[in-house]
């Protein structure tokens, strides 16, 4: 049963990241699996639970990458900042991560908005934690946490735009502008 789940997680990964979550039926990751349906429904209740599936897989390697990182940064290497920044868009690198991380989960149903939003504070607190360590935190504002949350949408939005353009900027010109707009918010 593992072996199936995981090879229907694949398939997941595979058409959310290239058709699209909503273009996807069950029948398509049955086909892509080589399973039958029977075999999908043993594992999750439909093609939204999988979405959730994948969505928390390919996020969680993510967050394990960035914070391993973020935990050895010290004050005033922008060196290590850049590595972080760096491997968060060599995440995004792979178009079907960044499709399914940065397109295909927005706006699909309630329960995945919140899965979205609880995976947003994880990093929103990973990005305060490198704050602290790099720059002692961020200039005083009224509310950390909606400052965090902007200048992790403008990381996105510039991953969003980097995987429509079809890669064609070095990544370290993304880390680079990123680097820029969070040195902007640092204490």
């Known amino acids: 049963m593992k072996v199936r789940r995981e090879t229907f997680l694949q398939a997941g990964i595979h058409l959310f990241g290239s058709a699209g979550y909503r273009a996807t039926t069950v ?4 086909a892509h699996a ?3 349906d ?3 429904y043993e594992s999750f209740s ?3 639970d999988l979405l959730c599936e994948v969505y928390s897989l390919v996020m969680g390697e993510i967050e394990q990458r960035i914070t391993a990182l973020v935990q050895g940064i010290s004050a005033g290497n922008p060196d290590e900042q850049r590595a972080v920044l760096t491997t968060f868009f060599e995440c995004m690198r792979d178009p079907y991560v960044a499709r399914i991380v940065l ?3 927005l706006g699909v149903s309630e329960r995945v908005d919140n899965l979205y939003q609880q995976n947003n504070l994880r990093f929103c607190n990973i990005f305060l934690s490198g704050m602290g360590r790099l720059y ?19 990381i996105n939005q510039m991953a969003v ?9 070095p990544i370290e010109q993304l880390a680079e502008s990123a680097r820029a707009i969070i040195e902007g918010c640092a204490n």
């Open 46 to 48: 439909g093609t939204e």
């Open 27 to 30: 029948r398509d990751l049955c």
């Open 136 to 154: 002692g935190g961020l200039k005083p504002v009224a509310s950390e946490l909606y400052v965090c949350m902007g200048l992790l949408g403008a």
């Open 38 to 40: 029977r075999y999908f």
């Open 34 to 36: 080589k399973l039958t």
């Open 103 to 105: 397109v295909e989960v």
């Open 161 to 169: 735009f980097w995987h429509l353009s079809n890669y064609r900027d």
